[in-house]
C-alpha cells in the first residue's frame, strides 16, 4: 500500500493580548516617524542649510529610515496574523 503525505497548513494564531497592543503601539509608532521623516525631507527643501545641519539632519534621517523598516517589518508579520 502507498503511504500519502498530508501536508497541511496551520492557519497563525490569533494575536496575544501582548501582541495586540504591540500591533497597535507600531502603528503610532511608524506614524510618528513618518511624520518626522516629512519633516526632515522639508528641511532639507530649504535653501540656506549649512553643512553641518545637512550632516546632523542626514545621520537622523538614516536612523529614523533603520527603525521604521524594523517596525514596519514587526507590524506586517503582526498584520498577517490578525
Same mark, same amino acid.
Given at each position: 500500500? &502507498? &503511504?500519502? &503525505?498530508?501536508? +497541511? ?10 501582541e495586540q497592543r504591540?500591533?497597535? !503601539?507600531?502603528?503610532?509608532?511608524? !506614524? ?6 516629512e519633516e526632515i ?17 542626514? @545621520? ?9 523598516? +524594523?517596525?514596519e517589518t514587526r507590524?506586517? @508579520? ?5
Open positions: 500500500m &502507498e &503511504e500519502v &503525505e498530508v501536508i +497541511t497548513t496551520a492557519k497563525p494564531k490569533k494575536l496575544s493580548y501582548n504591540e500591533f497597535e !503601539q507600531l502603528g503610532l509608532d511608524i !506614524q510618528k516617524l513618518e511624520q518626522r521623516k525631507n522639508m528641511v532639507f527643501q530649504q535653501e540656506d542649510l549649512d553643512h553641518e545641519r545637512i550632516k546632523v539632519l542626514g @545621520k537622523e534621517l538614516s536612523t529614523l529610515v533603520d527603525v521604521l523598516v +524594523t517596525k507590524w506586517l @508579520k503582526l498584520a498577517e496574523r490578525d
